[in-house]
């Protein structure tokens, strides 16, 4: 990760003149711990928490359910009430997208942003870089995309943008001789999730753009 500290000031609730600070600012590996500091907030309450929010879209929906929250008490040192300083981590899954934190009170049945945090976003490499591979025996006819019904080797992985992507292969990794061209991409879209119409996140306000499903078989 790199060490970048980013601030926001003067953007919190009620009259507050106080900071939200997020560090790393931007994820480099698969997971990330991210810190979340804020300082001179006042008016804090019991239940005051921060929540992790999905900023790929352009605008947030803060009354959507966060991707992850904490509350900041008993966090805090064993608090009852949110000190008007301190810090929590997150573990953040590198989605190749941006991020962004909300310090939030919640006073049922009202919910008020008191803070917003600079945006947590990704290296631009990270777009074309596959993650998240697999290699599994192929089921029932996909071996035959192998050309073969024995030996066949099928391998998955997660991208998020495509340029042409194939599988090299070879017998050192010195020397990957050999290529396979990738022909079988899937990718999923908010229209292939269920509950739209009712208004459930996953694919309204909580959709993430997975990227491409990219399957190869050797």
Known sequence: ?????????????????GS???SPTTITSDTEWIT?????VSYTGKYDWIGLFNASQGTVSYAAPPIKFQYICPAVDGCYYAPASGSLKFKVLNRRTNYVFAY???????REIKGVSSIVTYNEPDLF?????????PTNNNHNKCGSDVGCMQI???QKAIKSPSIKYGLSSTKLDSQVMITEMNKLSPNSLCGQEYGLPAGTSGYFDNGYMLTGYL
């Open 36 to 40: 979340v500091s804020w300082s001179n």
């Open 156 to 158: 998955m992985w997660i």
């Open 20 to 22: 939200l600070c997020v």
């Open 129 to 137: 870089k596959p993650m998240h591979v697999h290699i599994a025996t």
């Open 104 to 110: 939030i009170t919640e006073s049922n049945p009202y």
């Open 1 to 17: 990760s790199d060490d970048s500290i980013a601030c926001t000031y003067s953007q919190l609730g009620g009259g507050d003149t």
